[in-house]
């Protein structure tokens, strides 16, 4: 049997103490019997069973020798198998009160599983202390997204109740623009939170996207043209297989960035399949996103410009993180990048064969 980490070093341990035991036993008995021999012969009796007054002197000077070896031996193992052991049991009891930025010391990396043990917790430990961290951004987050929506209606409904505001339909409409925006915000938190928990249960069919993409442009084209941008298509037709409704939300999550913050111009949405993946991409004419930003367009509550409010523009500050979790449901992924007109262009795309799986 192979002995590795630990086991190697016990064995190692045990395999010299008993080789410097035996060593110590051979060299004192050459000793003890030559100064015997030549300066008190008469009392060796080498035809005797038992053994003599200076046998037993040395047989008991030997093994307390032997004795003091192993306990240093021991000793000296004991502290560097403990080293690491005594860190995590430490490093668990301070987390356990809180404090999770502890790590725990590995000491001695030829020991093995102790090491290993020490680095398992430090990794344990860094995982609880990101966990933690988000929590507080998310809770803080949420909050702030929803203070202004929340304000807003409890300042219009009480000046409703007073008479301050006339009961009027703008007054209505504006009310539930404010409730839509709260049903969202909740809606998009509901599809991140399933799909880093594992369980956003995606409904996988043979669809006919192009005809989806067509009828969610036209369900935005309004609002886009509002905010003096142009719809252009480049649809392939074919069977895609994917869950067509939420595909559908992801690129409403994409139109709807995309009027709230590329400039007025053309939106080119297009679809298609390339290198046994599908994607579906939309592009605007700017003003783009920093590369140094880019990767961080699809974490929740994180904007490339942190200087606008979601409640300002009218965004949950979740619309791009809602389209990596669709794409990493189909077992893809969501990027950004330039676009040919320099502005940004998102793509979703996911595998032929994960998607048929």
Same mark, same amino acid.
């Given at each position: ?43 060796? =009796? ?37 080293? #690491?052991?005594?860190?995590?049991? =430490? ?159 992801? &690129?409403?999550? &994409? ?31 700017? #003003? ?49 990048? #330039? ?11 996911? #595998? ?6």
């Amino acid at each position: 049997m192979r002995l590795s980490g630990l086991s190697r070093q016990i064995a190692r341990t045990m395999m010299a103490m008993a080789l410097g035991i035996t060593v110590l036993v051979v060299l004192t008995s050459y000793v003890f019997y030559f100064l015997a021999l030549r300066y008190f012969p008469e009392q060796i =009796d080498e035809t005797a069973w038992w053994p003599s007054a200076p046998e037993w002197l040395w047989l008991a000077a030997t093994t307390v020798a032997a004795l003091g070896l192993a306990v240093m031996v021991a000793v000296k193992l004991s502290r560097r198998i403990l080293v #690491p052991l005594n860190s995590v049991a =430490d490093s668990l009891r301070r987390v356990a009160q809180g404090d999770l930025s502890v790590r725990a010391t590995a000491g001695d990396r030829s020991l093995g599983e102790a090491a290993e043990l020490a680095d398992d917790f430090n990794a344990l430990a860094g995982q609880l202390q990101r966990v933690s961290e988000e929590l507080a951004f998310w809770n803080s987050a949420i909050a702030h997204e929803l203070r202004t929506p929340v304000t807003i209606l409890k300042g219009r409904l009480q000046g409703l109740s007073e008479g301050v505001f006339p009961a009027d339909e703008s007054q209505f409409r504006g009310l539930l623009t404010q409730v839509d925006g709260l049903s969202r915000l909740i809606e998009d938190l509901r599809t991140v939170s399933l799909t880093e928990s594992g369980h956003l249960n995606l409904h996988v069919q043979n669809t006919d996207l192009s005809a989806e993409i067509r009828d969610v442009v036209e369900l935005y084209k309004e609002a886009l043209e509002a905010a003096g941008q142009r719809p252009v298509l480049d649809l392939h037709a074919g069977p895609v297989h994917c869950d067509p409704m939420r595909i559908r939300q992801a &690129l409403l999550a &994409l139109l709807d960035n995309a009027r709230r913050h590329a400039v007025p111009g053309t939106i080119r949405i297009h679809n298609g399949q390339e290198g046994g993946r599908y994607f579906l991409r939309v592009e605007d004419n700017g #003003p783009g996103i920093p590369e140094a930003l880019a990767s961080q367009v699809f974490t929740a509550f994180r904007r490339a410009n942190p200087a606008r409010s979601s409640v300002r523009d009218g965004g949950s500050g979740l619309g791009l993180a809602v389209v990596a979790a669709i794409a990493h449901a189909h077992g893809g992924q969501a990027t950004c990048r #330039p676009s040919s007109e320099g502005g940004a262009c998102f793509e979703l795309s996911w #595998p032929v064969a994960q998607a048929a799986d």
